[in-house]
């Protein structure tokens, strides 16, 4: 009986054992990140996403909208696209209202971009985004791209970004989104906007961004191609399908 017993415990234990083993394997088998090298667009791409996207200046010239939206291979296709709008307080993208026009007509998803400084006033990079975007329901929340500290300390940084953060949500009722990398997100942003949409710049490694903290695109390279662009160009997943890249964009009136 007693072998009996010793004998039901040491199979349930194994039984526990090889349950934790396969949840692992199976969490680290859904978790790894499959890259499919696609001729056509010239890079490796993370085929675990379903929505792929771009980002684009006046640096990628003329663009093809139609052409943009229509290349498709496999089941990877271009859906969104974040245009840059403005630079600092004075500064506008000379190629952005061709850009947010064509790319709307063309029935992709936009979203517009602000290139922020913290050496400058936070509400004047407001209005200048504010002059330059008209946002509509169904494009994406306006972005604020922090990347450089312009030797500014992290408090600095923070302060002012939340002020532009701030009055974007009051023009726009919704979140913005925050553009940057890991390095700089840990080293000067934080968990003071955590609350905010993350897009996130990580290429040249072969694994999505290690980072603390959920994020909702990633920036995977910036050496792609697709038709109707002369030049390289930026190219991202959304972490969600199409209803959740919809739940994101601006709700309607």
Request: charged letters at 25%.
């Amino acid at each position: 009986m007693k072998r009996n017993r010793t004998r039901i415990i040491l199979l349930t234990v194994l039984t526990i054992l090889l349950a934790l083993v396969a949840g692992k394997w199976w969490y680290f088998r859904q978790e790894r990140i499959s890259f499919v090298r696609y001729d056509e667009f010239g890079i490796d791409i993370p085929v675990n996403y379903k929505i792929h996207g771009i980002d684009v200046s006046k640096f990628q010239k003329d663009i093809n909208w139609h052409a943009v939206k229509q290349m498709q291979v496999d089941k990877i296709r271009i859906s969104f696209a974040f245009i840059k709008a403005t630079e600092g307080i004075t500064r506008q993208d000379a190629a952005f209202r061709q850009n947010w026009e064509r790319a709307g007509k063309a029935g992709l998803v936009r979203g517009a971009y602000h290139f922020f400084y913290s050496t400058r006033d936070p509400l004047k990079q407001a209005i200048n985004f504010r002059n330059v975007v008209d946002l509509q329901p169904g494009d994406l929340p306006p972005v604020l791209d922090i990347e450089t500290s312009n030797n500014q300390p992290a408090a600095v940084i923070r302060s002012t970004a939340k002020i532009w953060l701030e009055e974007m949500e009051k023009a726009y009722k919704v979140k913005p989104i925050i553009y940057t990398n890991i390095h700089f997100y840990e080293t000067y942003l934080g968990s003071e906007f955590d609350d905010y949409p993350l897009w996130i710049a990580h290429y040249y490694q072969k694994e999505r961004p290690a980072s603390k903290r959920a994020w909702l695109f990633w920036q995977h390279s910036d050496i792609g191609r697709v038709n109707g662009i002369r030049t390289t160009v930026d190219f991202n997943v959304f972490r969600g399908d199409s209803a959740d890249l919809a739940k994101l964009c601006l709700p309607a009136h």
